[in-house]
């Protein structure tokens, strides 16, 4: 991003013919991770000039789509399932050793029910510069909502007006 003129001008660093998302930095080793969104759900690292490099698929994660995603500050990738509505229930994943280049699936956490009816079905999350709590922007009732990782719980902020589609944190 070439911040020196208003408006500001995003420079492409690269091409790719790999589909990934759920995006997330990695501040153990400086990279950014990605993951297919569609099956076979493999992870890739993506290198400086931009391509991806997979680093395989994570044993035990469900052949899903996953849109959600972010890394804490130790290392670990949360995702979350279901870019679609149909897709339940809603898990929270929890994976560690992106940087040792063997994804492992550390936990399944049931994500907390919206409206009494469905798990947050966001589009992306962000987790707090402690890593105490994820966000993200339901689309089920146009909120922000708060996930904790450690439970799965969601604490639905107040409600905004429609905002339309949003895809990312």
């Known amino acids: 991003l070439d911040q020196s003129v208003f408006p500001y001008t995003l420079n492409s660093i ?6 990934y998302n759920a995006l ?7 990279f950014v991770y990605g993951i297919r969104p569609t099956a076979p759900n493999r992870m890739y690292r993506i290198d400086n000039t931009g391509t991806p490099i997979s680093i395989g698929t994570v044993a035990g994660l469900p ?23 149909l897709v339940t229930p809603r898990n929270l ?9 063997t994804p492992t ?14 798990g947050a079905r966001v589009s992306d999350i962000a987790l707090t ?11 089920n009732t146009n909120q922000v909502v708060q996930i904790d990782p450690a439970d799965g719980a969601v604490v639905a902020l107040p409600a905004t007006s429609s905002l339309g589609t949003i895809g990312g944190m």
């Open 24 to 30: 997330g930095f990695n501040y153990l080793d400086g």
């Open 63 to 85: 052949p899903q789509s996953y849109f959600s995603g972010t890394i804490s500050r130790n290392g670990t990738l949360y995702l979350i399932n279901g870019g679609d509505p």
């Open 105 to 118: 699936l550390d936990a399944t956490i049931p994500i907390g029910l919206i409206g009494g009816t469905t």
């Open 14 to 19: 690269g091409t790719t013919t790999v589909e």
């Open 129 to 139: 510069n402690d890593d105490s709590f994820l966000y993200g922007f339901t689309r």
């Open 93 to 101: 994943y929890v994976i560690s050793g992106l940087d040792t280049g």
